[in-house]
């Protein structure tokens, strides 16, 4: 079946710009992550969705960073302003239970601030 | 702020040989996750063994589990050349966001 898709897979920016990085998660899936991946880096953690409702958002590295799920499937990570230390690769997960388990990943977007 | 450390953070083996690969980590967990990410693939989960284990297999894989070292290691069997790869623990608690370790690249020599 299909999995989690993410659009686009390469983006690059002029500072300053704002960018929109979408993602489509596994149908059926309630929970919903984003991940920022710099260079040799492991992901790190940025927000959390359960169906419309964004649950945690702690990993936001600032308020530059903005994410909505409006109908409970489809996400977008807007990045305001962006800056040169945004370039990073932006992973987004889906998973089906509620607790932690297996998380499924799409193929990631790479953001390139020039 | 990255939950642990991986180690080695690279190694590099001939095909046939068994690659072992170590996570610490810092704070209590309910399970513990290990990923492969290959490049252009993203990544891919391998194998969850919870807190309440110490070891599990699947297939070439084995996984242990020390909660009182806070650590874990990955045991890759008979490699092959498509394990190839960077190697990525992840704890999960409360909470439902993965926390990951650094990683370790692997290479498998033909």
């Known amino acids: 079946g299909a999995g989690v898709s993410q659009s686009p897979r390469y983006k690059v920016a002029k500072r300053g710009q704002d960018v929109a990085l979408r993602c489509d998660p596994i149908s059926g899936h309630v929970s919903l992550f984003w991940y920022q991946q710099a260079l040799g880096q492991g992901p790190e953690f940025l927000t959390y969705f359960q169906n419309e409702a964004q649950l945690d958002k702690s990993g936001l590295p600032s308020d530059r960073f903005f994410a909505e799920r409006p109908e409970g499937s489809v996400s977008t990570l807007k990045i305001q302003r962006t800056q040169q230390e945004d370039s990073a690769v932006y992973l987004c997960?889906?998973?089906?239970?509620?607790?932690?388990?297996?998380?499924?990943f799409g193929p990631g977007t790479r953001l390139t601030v020039t | 702020s990255q939950q642990g450390e991986e180690d080695p953070q690279a190694l590099s083996i001939q095909e046939g040989e068994n690659a072992t690969m170590n996570c610490s980590y810092k704070t209590s967990i309910n399970n513990l996750q290990w990923y492969r990410q290959n490049s252009g693939r993203g990544l891919v989960h391998l194998i969850l063994i919870r807190s309440n284990e110490r070891e599990k297999h699947s297939g070439r894989l084995r996984v242990t589990l020390d909660t009182s070292k806070k650590s874990s290691s990955l045991l890759i069997t008979a490699s092959r050349a498509a394990d190839t790869a960077s190697y990525f623990c992840a704890t999960a608690y409360l909470a439902q966001k993965l926390v990951f370790g650094q990683g370790t690249r692997l290479t498998i020599n033909p």
């Open positions: 997960a889906s998973s089906l239970e509620r607790v932690p388990y297996e998380q499924y």
